[in-house]
């Protein structure tokens, strides 16, 4: 199963503060110990929503852009990871050792081809399907 970690945001990182050597280096070892470990398929942390942008999508197709810097903090990403995990449960005790001090990290289980397969009836789709797992297996050789 892969999962994205998500890192919450907060007043420092929407400010562009970057975190301290100490911090890097500690996450750098955590890294280090995903990748040992070949759990860790990606891994950044994010710029400031104001170096950012949304696109809200409307009724018949209308799109409107919207430039940060966002509002609600607490509703931003700073960063995040994609793992490989056999469960939920061993992604959340690899991520309770993460070197945060404070803050807060969510895990959301990312979904995998076959969870479609119940909704797809067509060749198409099936195709479609077959060329996102070739895909994912192209980038995983490289």
């Known amino acids: 199963m892969r999962f994205m970690v998500l890192v919450k945001a907060n007043k420092d990182s929407e400010a562009g503060v970057l975190p301290s050597e100490e911090m890097l280096l500690e996450m750098d070892k955590f890294n280090l110990q995903l990748v040992k ?3 860790m398929l990606a891994g950044e942390g994010l710029q400031p929503s104001s170096k950012g942008a949304r696109i809200a999508f409307g009724p018949n197709g209308k799109k409107a852009v919207i430039d ?3 509002a609600e903090t607490k509703e931003l990403l700073g960063g995040f ?3 490989q995990m056999k469960s939920k449960e061993e992604c959340i005790e690899w991520f309770s050792r993460a070197p945060f001090r404070d803050g807060e990290i969510e895990i959301r289980q990312v979904f995998e081809s ?3 397969e119940p909704v797809i009836r067509t060749d198409e789709g099936r ?3 077959a ?3 070739d895909q994912r297996k192209q980038q995983g050789k490289r």
């Open 37 to 39: 470990a070949g759990v």
């Open 68 to 70: 940060g810097p966002f």
């Open 81 to 83: 990871w994609i793992v």
């Open 114 to 116: 076959a969870d479609f």
């Open 127 to 129: 195709a479609m399907l």
């Open 131 to 133: 060329w996102e797992d």
